[in-house]
């Protein structure tokens, strides 16, 4: 069973900075592409970054390119999303999710599963 505890979330202000992070078990962490998604109120979850089963491929969002940056560290089975100049549109609370297959394996955010709380992100003027 897919377990994906989610942490780091907090309320900043404009132009912040925060590092999210996110432990998985339950699957075989090292075969595995992972992923930041998030979703704000109102709106359809979307997908913000990915990253390859061996840390050497990422995707980005257009909307968070040159900000944030994804990373995974597979000794201890977890994957951090370094969040830097935090905008007002950034609020939203943020999933990790996980995908047994290339990160672009049926479309780049296609396909994934879920299996976190989420971990909310504030940002305030």
């Known amino acids: 069973q897919v377990q994906l505890v989610e942490s780091g979330g907090d309320s900043v202000q404009v132009g912040g900075s925060l590092r999210l992070s996110c432990v998985a078990s339950g699957f075989i962490f090292t075969r595995n592409c992972m992923a930041w998604f998030r979703q704000a109120p109102g709106s359809e979850r979307e997908g913000v970054a990915s990253?390859?089963?061996?840390?050497?491929?990422?995707r980005y969002a257009d909307s968070v390119k040159g900000r944030f940056t994804i990373s995974r560290d597979n000794a201890k089975n977890t994957v951090y999303l370094q969040m830097n100049t935090l905008q007002a549109g950034d609020a939203a609370m943020y999933y990790c999710?996980?995908?047994?297959?290339?990160?672009?394996?049926?479309?780049?955010?296609?396909?994934?599963?879920?299996g976190g709380q989420g971990t909310q992100v504030t940002v305030s003027s």
């Open positions: 990253i390859d089963y061996a840390g050497e491929r990422t």
């Open positions: 999710a996980t995908k047994l297959d290339l990160c672009g394996y049926g479309g780049w955010w296609a396909g994934f599963t879920f």
